[in-house]
């Protein structure tokens, strides 16, 4: 008689179908390279499992909504009414429903004309520079801008034209080199939290015939005096053609973002490949994200809570001797340079409780990978406190004193634009 175990466990053997070389190839160079030659047969993503008391610094729901009462009761109800909903691809979405309202709602609110709601920020950034770029246009891409970003790029087949990071003047000569074209940029980016010059960069897409676009993913929600985002907090709304936002940061969903004109949504609708050939949002997604914009609109006092924490985490890290890049908001990264010495950082943070994430090459260049915190409003003066302790207490254990970003910062010089370029571009 077979014991109880193998009865409740069978094990069924399948074997896997043979891959050909030039896959094989791939996968064992992955292994090779990066699992055992860098990882040392571990996973850089893959720490200690947090524990009850663990400070969680990785999720992006930055105003702490993600169980707000109201979002859960409203996407419980449309659940239990809705189901599931009806099937289909954005194109088949048209007249008076709650996903239509919504995308106005959403358009008001960030003082466009109209908008368009995809299923993530990836699909509404790689949808619009299809939709926009061709093959002879030049996208102006920040050498930071969101891989979703340059992702578009490839599916127009436009020509990339990779901008040092943050640098107006280096975007300017460009332009002025390869002719009008499209100008792809992050408000905040989502590694070190730098913040575009989006003043400068509207000016000369203006004087130069650019179509600029804007992710702002890491803004929405965030900042603005009612969470409009900055392109709305700098008074840019009318100046910017496009922007474009993941509904998972701020806004704590599953789902994208385009603002636009009404004639350009329509357009968008029938000629993008993520809205024909990829399913829409659930009901229970556009009744969770339509409460989620009530309570941001509303409730002031996160935003607030947001701009203080980040602000004291700042201050504090940057005394303690860390590099933060000019981080400027929620976004806020301990620059630890190589894979290696990222992992001698993620165990001494992980193992006194606090979990980060990790960004590495792809997300980054090879000898700039780091530990990303998101602040949220949620966290409490006691939080922080032991955050900036157990990073104060590691400085010896980690090498803080030997990495690069140390070395910069005690130089004075600023992350170093030029020299990473086509690494990024590269990736
Ligand atoms: C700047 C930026 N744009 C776009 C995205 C993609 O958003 P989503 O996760 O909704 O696909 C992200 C998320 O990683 C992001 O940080």
């Not at 996973?43 to 702490?64: E, F, K, V």
């Not at 004639?263 to 024909?276: L, Q, T």
Request: proline share 4%; charged share 20%.
């Amino acid at each position: 008689m077979k014991s109880n175990v193998t009865n409740l466990r069978p094990q069924p053997q399948f074997r896997n179908v043979e891959l050909a070389e030039f896959v094989t190839l791939r996968v064992d160079n992955y292994y090779r390279e990066r699992v055992h030659n860098t990882w040392a047969g571990g996973h850089i993503m893959r720490g200690r499992r947090p524990g009850p008391d663990a400070l969680q610094l990785c999720s992006n729901d930055y105003l702490a909504v993600a169980r707000h009462p109201r979002v859960l009761e409203a996407m419980v109800e449309s659940l239990l009414r809705d189901g599931n909903g009806l099937l289909m691809s954005g194109i088949f979405v048209h007249g008076a429903c709650p996903h239509t309202e919504l995308e106005q709602h959403l358009a008001d609110f960030m003082q466009a004309e109209a908008g368009v709601l995809c299923q993530s920020g990836y699909a509404a950034n790689t949808g619009l520079i299809q939709v926009i770029a061709g093959e002879n246009v030049p996208v102006y891409a920040d050498m930071m801008a969101h891989m979703s970003l340059w992702e578009g790029i490839k599916c127009a087949g436009a020509r990339p034209v990779t901008i040092f990071h943050n640098e107006a003047e280096h975007l300017e000569r460009q332009i002025l080199r390869h002719g009008p074209g499209v100008v792809v940029v992050d408000s905040i980016y989502s590694t070190t939290g730098s913040i575009a010059p989006l003043r400068e960069i509207v000016d000369i897409c203006e004087a130069t015939g650019c179509v600029l676009v804007a992710d702002e993913s890491h803004s929405l929600g965030t900042h603005g005096p009612n969470g409009e985002g900055l392109v709305v907090e700098l008074g840019l709304a009318e100046r910017v053609h496009f922007r474009t936002a993941s509904l998972a940061k701020a806004f704590a969903g599953r789902a994208g973002f385009i603002s636009c004109s009404r004639r350009f949504a329509d357009y968008f609708k029938s000629e993008s490949n993520p809205a024909i050939f990829s399913s829409t949002l659930l009901p229970h997604d556009i009744h969770g994200l339509a409460a989620t914009l009530g309570v941001i609109r509303q409730e002031h006092w996160r935003r607030e809570r947001l701009r203080e924490n980040a602000a004291y985490l700042r201050r504090e890290l940057d005394a303690l001797g860390y590099n933060l890049n000019g981080s400027e908001c929620q976004i806020v990264s301990l620059e630890s340079g190589t894979e290696q010495n990222t992992i001698v950082l993620r165990d001494a943070l992980e193992s006194r409780g606090i979990f980060g994430s990790i960004f590495c090459a792809p997300a980054t260049p090879r000898s700039r990978a780091l530990m990303r915190f998101s602040v949220h409003a949620g966290l409490g003066r006691a939080d922080l406190e032991r955050l900036v302790a157990v990073c104060g207490e590691i400085r010896d254990e980690v090498g803080l004193a030997a990495w690069g970003s140390t070395r910069r910062k005690q130089r004075g010089r600023p992350a170093p634009a030029a020299a990473s370029a086509q690494e990024v571009a590269a990736a």
